[in-house]
């Protein structure tokens, strides 16, 4: 668990993570925290994504934008782009606008700005070790627990590695328990 900024993030559930989500302001935070609910994107990459990175069925993490300095495309889940659809008619932007801008024209909401918001609303909500990064353990743990396997959450995630994907992903109690079942 996270505290005071060290260690892994929180791996909330789909339910607390859309509960999350719910809570912060409406407008870039909760763009962003959508965004990073439905992607699995690190924070860095969701904040500068632009309007052009988005398709009516995708949307492009550029190599310019991602930690492995390689592109990736991410198919759009149906609540996110009905997010994305509501948010454009709301800015009307142009394709080189930021998704999520910031507090200076021409740049995008900056992490720490998104970061004490979060944390704001994590306080308010009673939830704790959760950061940023928690959105992308949650949704690739959750989707693990699924049965998706790891090449094709590593296909989203952009991990250069299974190794480094299996560090994401937390093993729940219930879990735990089935395999001390199954030495029966």
């Given at each position: 668990m996270k505290q005071n900024r060290f260690g892994q993030a929180s791996v909330l559930s789909p339910q607390h993570l859309d509960n999350l989500i719910d809570a912060l302001p409406a407008g870039p935070h909760r763009v962003l925290a959508t965004i990073l609910r439905y992607t699995a994107a690190r924070i860095s990459e969701a904040r500068l994504?632009?309007?052009a990175a988005i398709s009516d069925t995708h949307i492009l993490f550029t190599a310019a934008t991602?930690?492995?300095k390689t592109s990736r495309e991410v198919p759009l889940a149906p609540q996110l782009l009905d997010v994305l659809k509501r948010w454009?008619?709301?800015t009307n932007p142009s394709p080189s606008d930021f998704i999520v801008p910031g507090g200076v024209v021409g740049r995008p909401m900056s992490r720490q700005a998104f970061d004490k918001q979060l944390r704001a609303t994590c306080e308010q909500l009673g939830l704790s070790g959760v950061s940023t990064?928690?959105?992308r353990r949650s949704c690739l743990?959750?989707?693990?627990d699924k049965g998706i396997s790891l090449r094709h959450l590593q296909s989203i995630s952009g991990?250069?590695?299974l190794a480094a994907l299996e560090r994401y992903l937390a093993v729940r109690e219930e879990h735990k328990v089935a395999v001390v079942e199954a030495f029966g």
């Open positions: 994504l632009t309007w991602t930690k492995t454009k008619a709301e990064h928690s959105f743990t959750a989707a693990n991990h250069t590695s």
